[in-house]
């Protein structure tokens, strides 16, 4: 099978392959070639729209912190308290991507999963169980029934700002992460087959991640619809506390919504520490092992970023900020699937032992067929 390592199928392909480096105009070369004109603007886009989204997603984290901080301990919900938990995630994400992929960052994004799996179980076992089941399902259904029409959803007649503040925000959400995401999955997937690529990173992730939703969404759905309580509303006045107002209504709240912080805080950390990892790649030439001089540069702009759309704006900064690096950055991503396309056409699949038992046997059962033909 054709060995491939990235977000990108194309990006791998190059990365691994090819012995290419990391960088996202390389994976573009079959559509754009090597102009190195456009292969920098390729790579200054890339650039942007990391930092931007990563930015924006410690921005939102921030928000969430302080929303628990608020709810558990009555901490003030103030830009100075957001500050002070932007500054311990950065001295986290910085000296776990200063210490490298197989240390700092491997032990937080095991402690992380394991966290986030202990939380899960918990609310899915204390919740409503039999209604988490039910929603999951249905929100499956609704998916792939609506997936076209969703996918092209607006609204130029009827107004309103639902589908721009957050469906179309979360699209430019997901494709400013799309650089560092796929630069990252193709550093530490090389050896994968597309198979397993396929099924590690394209089916089991977002299984779990619908899961997830209808875990925690469909508790506080149920809480509202039977118990009488305003999460809804809540999240109207401030949805960084929606998710500590559903913890309330389970049993060992406080220990519950101290695990909420402290995950929502590694998170954060192990978001900042493959940012800073793969920036310092994307702008040292695409090499796998860059300095740590640059991890450190990118990890202060990031930090100085998330602080000043905080500081200048919240919520709403942040949304335009993480929509306005994704837009030009569009472009490069449907590129990158049509450079996929050509370059998978020349690739050589080299033949496994089990092709060649598979063909024998087929081989075997055409001649024991001619011979019975010909008597």
Avoid at 116 to 138: D, H, K, Q, R
Avoid at 293 to 304: P, S
Wanted: one cysteine or more; a positive charge.
């Amino acid at each position: 099978m054709v060995r491939i390592c990235d977000h990108w199928v194309s990006y791998g392909l190059y990365a691994v392959q090819q012995k290419r480096d990391l960088l996202i105009s390389t994976a573009l070369e079959p559509v754009t070639g090597t102009n190195q004109g456009i292969k920098n603007t390729v790579d200054i886009l890339a650039v942007i729209a990391t930092v931007m989204g990563v930015a924006t997603s410690i921005g939102l984290g921030v928000l969430q912190t302080n929303g628990g901080l608020n709810a558990v301990f009555n901490t003030p919900i103030s830009i100075w308290v957001q500050l002070a938990i932007i500054g311990v995630v950065f001295i986290g994400y910085m000296a776990s991507s200063i210490s490298g992929l197989q240390k700092g960052i491997r032990i937080l994004s095991n402690v992380n999963m394991y966290l986030a799996l202990i939380l899960l179980v918990f609310v899915f076992v204390t919740g409503p169980t039999v209604f988490i089941l039910e929603s999951f399902v249905l929100a499956i259904s609704d998916y792939i029934t609506n997936f076209v029409q969703y996918s092209l959803r607006l609204q130029p007649y009827a107004g309103g700002t639902w589908v721009m503040d957050w469906t179309i925000f979360y699209w430019a959400w997901a494709i400013a992460w799309s650089p560092f995401v796929g630069s990252f999955v193709a550093r530490v997937s090389k050896g994968r087959t597309i198979r397993e690529f396929i099924v590690g990173v394209l089916i089991i992730p977002p299984v779990i991640s619908c899961f997830w939703i209808a875990v925690f969404g469909g508790s506080a759905l149920y809480f509202d619809l039977n118990k009488g309580t305003t999460i809804a509303e809540a999240v109207d006045t401030d949805l960084t506390v929606a998710l500590f107002l559903m913890l309330e209504q389970l049993p060992l709240t406080t220990i519950a919504s101290i695990l909420g912080i402290v995950l929502i805080v590694i998170f954060l950390i192990t978001s900042g520490d493959t940012a800073t990892f793969i920036m310092a790649s994307m702008t040292d030439k695409g090499t796998m092992n860059p300095h740590n001089r640059l991890k450190v540069i990118w990890g202060v702009l990031i930090a100085a970023i998330a602080s000043v759309l905080l500081f200048s704006g919240g919520l709403e900064a942040l949304q335009t900020a993480s929509l306005i690096s994704a837009l030009p950055f569009t472009v490069v991503m449907l590129l990158l699937i049509v450079s996929f396309f050509k370059m998978i056409r020349h690739e050589v699949i080299p033949i496994t032992k089990r092709d060649v038992r598979r063909h024998k046997r087929i081989v075997e059962h055409i001649e024991k067929n001619e011979n019975n033909t010909n008597k």
